[in-house]
């Protein structure tokens, strides 16, 4: 019914080739860009902002470049949170070396950093591969995270440690540090999803995308057609980190404002590969689903006890929304082991074929 | 089998929609009451810690409530919220409860080194006080520059400091410092960092020599360290440790054969928690402390009768008289203690967290406000100001017999004349990176 496409001509390549060539996908994409940009910053309260829409946010951008490694180039990854700890420290080097220099221009070159490092620690993948690949990425985390605890350089030498994101302004409006709204902040992070959303999508259907899969798909086949493992298997690592290095920066500056080496540490790199992993391989859909389903649903759960009204301390209530999220994770890997994308993608199909699904 | 896929997922849905809906139903309901949050962590790693703090600030706000009907006859209301010690839900919960209550939370609490750095910029925003009772950032002592945070009774660095005269103490005197080699473990974290330039300073002053272990997060594998402590043999060794860092730690300083009354711990590594696992083994074993031990004060009594009605096992159980639960009580009884000073300005309603600010820069514990508050040697009077927010920064050493703890040295006084131009330089610094005023504070009432 919704899905009625008898009638629709594409009377062009372009429009044959559009990234949503269904009419109806494009507008329901339209409105919930709207929705995003216009209507939540103007309903929700700052704890919704703040606490979950945020990190939410910034965990799909983390999402997306993981996803463009893993997910499409076929690399297993638990670099993560290092390459975002790249970002993260490039951005405050940046920011506090370069006072007057644009915000967003610091957070654009702060994956700048983070792509050199994931090349470098990229290189083995041209040897091995799968889990073989995740320790060799596993080395980028623990030394990375090692690195900017140890060398005060990168947080300027003041005595804790800890670096805090400076106060700048984006077009007038204040976008970090404490007296930047929770509105701004919102918007300059959905920006950067949206942006990067859009730019891994398109990348993802031209040519570069497809070497990636096909690299993915058998490495051998693909360097007999005449793709070139290591510039492509680099490109995408470079890439990949480039994004998560965007997203380790807006983690540090727009979402925490100010974070240690212990925010980055190796639980990040599996909670982003979670995302990826529960939220579709290779579906950038996936990455924003993952995203959402691990970042929001442990903070409503855990909310869930009180909201009824139920006497239950909140030691019970936290142990309880662990056991509820692992019974989730559980059942919809289960369900649908391809992922949350996978299911909608399901969803679809039998909207189509509506009223008669088959 | 997709089927119930999509019927999961429509509950799931349904489920978020209500449960935002009653949450923003509930918070439009609290009437006149001091609404105070409580960020704790009961589960995570670090519960065992977390556990007997919470269950101490529970007991006293609940014993206020049911022996005085509150404070000044306003009652109390508080919500725990749970953060596994981990800032990310730290700050979650920071914006859950900050605007609850009649007029919103009146001070916080953090309880985590890492969720403090995260709100003292967040809580001058909001104007909501923090009180981070002995850790957090230790420049937050100089009030001038940190209006919005207090870390009163005793900064780390006061501690570091407090440490040093003991050790002088116990070696005769300061000039017996001279030639002397001391360690530092530490947790490998802003946290464990904090000492570092305080010993650096003094051990230019007094002549001993610093050296300084690291031991990454979270501090289960600590042989290779302690391999090194074995061969260097400092003659004393202070530790800046956190939860399984410590009993790591004690049981390898066992293992080394270390002199534990040369070892000293941090007052977060002085809890029972941290040497019932080494036990009798552990005894000799010294940490700092700024709040009484032992349930040897009157208002444990109280909380036994009104909290417990007089069961004192089941008291005991929710660890009453430990260390941690006795800082938990120290700690609401400060802070309470603030809004009382708060109230004498502004009547005795349900204030907001600026008014409670200037009750916390006010506050001024006497040795007979304590008397009556049956809390003599629990905390030490205290006297905050608008430059100081550490108070006297006078910490104890207690020590372990196998058994429990008891303290063996008197209030020890920090080197004000080292810690303080340190603390504000570093304020100095920080209103600079982050453009904050520097208030004037002779002109403050």
Not at chain 2, 285 to 299: C, I, L, S
Request: charged share 20%; aromatic share 12%; proline share 5%.
């Amino acid at each position: 019914m919704l899905y009625r496409e008898a009638g629709q001509f594409k009377t062009t390549y372009g429009a044959d080739q559009a990234i949503f060539p269904i009419p109806q996908d494009r507008w329901v994409v339209y409105a919930v860009i709207a929705l995003a940009f216009v209507a939540v910053p103007s309903v929700a309260n700052e704890y919704w902002l703040q606490a979950i829409l945020i990190p939410a946010l910034v965990f799909t951008l983390a999402a997306i470049g993981l996803n463009l490694l893993t997910g499409y180039c076929g690399q297993l990854s638990l670099g993560t949170g290092g390459f975002m700890a790249c970002g993260a420290y490039a951005t405050y080097k940046l920011s506090t070396a370069f006072p007057e220099m644009n915000i967003l221009i610091v957070f654009l070159l702060s994956g700048i950093p983070a792509a050199a490092v994931g090349c470098l620690f990229g290189i083995p993948s041209l040897r091995i591969k799968g889990f073989y690949l995740a320790v060799a990425t596993l080395a980028a985390q623990f030394f990375l995270v090692w690195l900017f605890n140890r060398v005060e350089w990168f947080y300027n030498y003041n005595p804790s440690g800890t670096i805090t994101a400076p106060p700048r302004t984006m077009g007038g409006f204040m976008v970090t540090g404490p007296e930047a709204t929770a509105e701004a902040r919102y918007l300059v992070a959905l920006g950067f999803v949206a942006l990067f959303a859009l730019l891994a999508k398109n990348l993802m259907r031209g040519r570069v995308g497809r070497a990636w899969m096909a690299i993915r798909d058998m490495d051998i086949a693909a360097e007999i057609i005449g793709i070139r493992p290591l510039t492509t298997k680099l490109a995408a690592f470079a890439v990949s980190s480039y994004v998560c290095g965007v997203a380790g920066a807006l983690y540090f500056a727009i979402y925490l404002g100010s974070v240690e080496t212990a925010a980055f540490d190796i639980s990040v790199s599996f909670l982003v590969l979670f995302m990826v992993i529960i939220g579709g391989l290779g579906s950038i859909l996936g990455s924003i689903l993952g995203a959402f389903f691990i970042t929001v649903v442990p903070i409503l759960l855990t909310n869930v006890p009180e909201a009824l009204g139920l006497p239950i301390g909140v030691a019970l209530a936290k142990q309880l929304e662990n056991i509820v999220f692992g019974a989730m994770i559980v059942f919809f890997l289960i369900v649908e082991p391809h992922g949350l994308a996978r299911l909608w993608q399901i969803a679809k199909e039998k909207l189509r074929r509506w009223p008669f699904p088959y | 089998m997709k089927r119930t896929g999509k019927l999961a997922l429509g509950v799931l849905t349904a489920a978020a929609i209500a449960v935002g809906g009653v949450a923003a139903e509930k918070a439009a309901a609290a009437d006149e009451e001091i609404f105070i949050p409580l960020t704790v962590y009961r589960t995570g790693p670090y519960a065992p810690n977390g556990i007997p703090i919470a269950n101490g600030w529970r007991d006293y706000l609940k014993l206020l409530n049911a022996r005085d009907g509150g404070i000044n006859g306003v009652k109390i209301a508080y919500e725990e919220c749970e953060t596994r010690y981990d800032t990310k839900l730290g700050v979650e919960c920071y914006e859950k409860l900050k605007n609850k209550g009649a007029k919103g939370a009146v001070v916080f609490n953090p309880l985590s080194t890492g969720i403090s750095y995260q709100l003292i910029p967040k809580a001058r925003v909001d104007e909501i006080p923090l009180h981070t009772m002995g850790y957090g950032r230790t420049a937050a002592a100089d009030g001038s520059v940190f209006k919005w945070t207090f870390n009163f009774p005793a900064t780390y660095w006061s501690q570091a400091a407090a440490f040093i005269r003991h050790i002088g103490n116990v070696e005769g005197g300061l000039e017996n410092l001279d030639g002397k080699h001391i360690g530092l473990i530490y947790h490998n974290s802003p946290y464990g960092k904090e000492p570092i330039p305080t010993l650096e300073t003094l051990s230019e002053q007094h002549g001993y020599e610093l050296t300084t272990y690291p031991v990454d997060h979270p501090g289960q594998e600590q042989s290779a360290t302690w391999l090194q402590i074995r061969r260097d043999r400092p003659d004393w060794l202070i530790m800046w440790g956190w939860g399984v860092m410590n009993q790591v730690a004690i049981k390898e300083a066992i293992n080394i054969r270390y002199p534990m009354d040369h070892f000293i711990g941090v007052w977060w590594a002085g809890s029972e928690q941290d040497v019932e696992p080494a036990g009798a083994a552990a005894k000799g074993y010294k940490a700092g402390n700024f709040n009484g031990v032992g349930t040897d004060f009157a208002v444990l009594d109280d909380i036994v009768e009104h909290v417990y009605g007089g069961d004192m096992e089941a008291a005991k159980e929710e660890g009453l008289g430990t260390v941690l639960y006795n800082r938990g009580v120290a700690n609401m009884l400060y802070d309470t203690e603030a809004i009382r000073t708060a109230m004498g300005k502004y009547g005795d309603k349900a204030l907001s967290g600026k008014e409670v600010r200037w009750g916390l820069e006010n506050l001024e514990l006497t040795e007979a406000r304590l008397e009556e508050l049956g809390a003599t040697g629990l905390v030490l009077p205290t006297r905050i100001s608008c430059a100081n927010h550490e108070g006297e920064g006078q910490i104890f050493v207690q020590q372990w017999d196998g058994e429990q703890w008891s303290k063996v040295t008197d209030w020890l006084e920090p080197f004000h004349d080292v810690v303080r131009p340190k603390v504000e330089a570093a304020a100095k610094t920080y209103a600079e990176e982050n453009g904050l005023p520097v208030r004037d504070c002779s002109q403050e009432g």
